[in-house]
């Protein structure tokens, strides 16, 4: 009887391999069928998939890019991008204080004066410390794009923001405090290069007696809120609250909501962002969020993802060495049956509405949860051959 137990249960797990195998192959046939290329040509695009590219994003006042982070050649797909179309407004995963102060260095400083800062500051700047990133940002400042960002602070962000507070505020105690932080900030972030059991000062007791004798002192609106937006990074931090986190980049989004209302935006964050439905890590995201509005004023956002299945990419930390895109990672894995049809080393544009479609009529039948989440809250995957890790820029 044991026996035969065994053998009932191989032969359930193999006829459920042979299935998803099967359903697997019946995804990558209709991704095969609506998959077009295209390749770079100097500082754009050339292609048929490029064509169909720039159709929906003209078709559409949002356009949302859920990325990969830490490579040149997405920065320079957005560049791309943004060369053709004028956008108002562009959000993205930094923290909205620090994307003022970039936004306003960019248009006030001279070429000399704004390479200076950015070698003292640089690697404060979160995604943007990397030179293509940075150079994307440059491009949409001067453009007169509007920058927002919606993120907590990023866990070395208060040097840059307190160097800035110094400037503004009228309270003398709270410029040494302000000082201090900024100080303290950058020897502990040195400290953490050198060795990564080190603390950031954001995380240390020190920071948190400092930020709380900010809050008895008679200070400006404006320091007021990112005094909040202070401590509440702290509390994200320390928490790993990833919940916490994502309201906090709706509400900053919301807050905005007068100045985007009916404009042309474009989005870049993470892939587990900016999908429609629910995002990849379970929660309903910002892509959600943006879908949502722009349906109720029957109107379509359009979502993008766009990664590599090849090549490096960079470390958030300068002198961090570079790593080899895993083929193997959770969201490679998972995107299999549909890269399984890519031909040749161009870079290569699904168009994920049909598969969409086919899963909604249960025509096809996906088992993998995350697929199904990608499917339904893409409207193009973008694949790119090969990658290159990005360089943060010599300080």
Request: aromatic share 10%; hydrophobic share 40%.
């Amino acid at each position: 009887m044991k026996q035969l137990f065994i053998v009932l249960c191989a032969l359930l797990n193999l006829f459920s391999t042979y299935r998803s195998f099967a359903q697997d192959s019946v995804v990558t046939k209709l991704a095969k069928a609506n998959v077009s290329s295209f390749l770079p040509e100097g500082n754009s695009f050339s292609g048929l998939g490029w064509t169909k590219i720039m159709d929906k994003v003209n078709g559409s006042n949002d356009v949302l890019i859920g990325e990969d982070h830490f490579t040149n050649e997405i920065p320079y797909f957005t560049s791309a991008l943004a060369s053709q179309v004028k956008f108002d407004n562009f959000f993205c995963e930094i923290d909205p204080f620090t994307a003022g102060i970039l936004q306003q260095k960019i248009k006030n400083l001279s070429d000399i004066e704004l390479q200076k800062y950015v070698n003292r500051y640089g690697n404060t700047f979160s995604f943007y410390a990397f030179t293509s990133e940075f150079a994307l940002l440059k491009q949409l400042a001067k453009s007169n794009t509007q920058i927002h960002g919606t993120d907590q602070i990023m866990v070395v962000g208060d040097r840059v923001i307190c160097n800035e507070l110094q400037k503004i505020t009228k309270n003398k105690k709270a410029k040494d405090i302000y000082t201090t932080i900024e100080n303290n900030s950058k020897i502990y972030f040195d400290n953490f290069l050198k060795d990564q059991s080190k603390p950031f000062y954001l995380f240390t007791d020190d920071f948190e007696k400092n930020i709380e004798k900010l809050s008895l002192l008679e200070l400006s609106p404006k320091e007021g809120q990112i005094i909040a937006a202070l401590k509440q990074s702290v509390k994200i931090y320390k928490s790993r609250n990833h919940h916490l986190r994502i309201q906090l980049m709706k509400n900053q989004l919301m807050e905005k909501y007068s100045d985007w209302a009916g404009k042309r935006n474009l989005f870049k964050y993470g892939a587990n962002h900016l999908a429609k439905g629910e995002s990849l890590m379970e929660v309903y995201d910002i892509g959600n969020l943006v879908n949502n509005i722009d349906d109720s004023k029957y109107k379509n956002s359009l979502h993008i993802m766009i990664l590599s299945t090849s090549g490096t990419q960079a470390s958030p930390f300068q002198g961090f060495p570079e790593e080899k895109i895993d083929e193997n990672s959770s969201i490679l894995k998972t995107l299999k049956p549909i890269t399984r049809a890519i031909d040749g080393n161009q870079w290569h544009c699904f168009d994920m509405l049909p598969l969409r479609k086919a899963l909604n009529e249960g025509k096809i039948s996906i088992s993998d949860i995350k697929l199904s989440r990608i499917i339904k809250g893409y409207d193009l995957l973008v694949i790119i051959p090969k990658v290159t890790a990005s360089k943060i820029a010599d300080h």
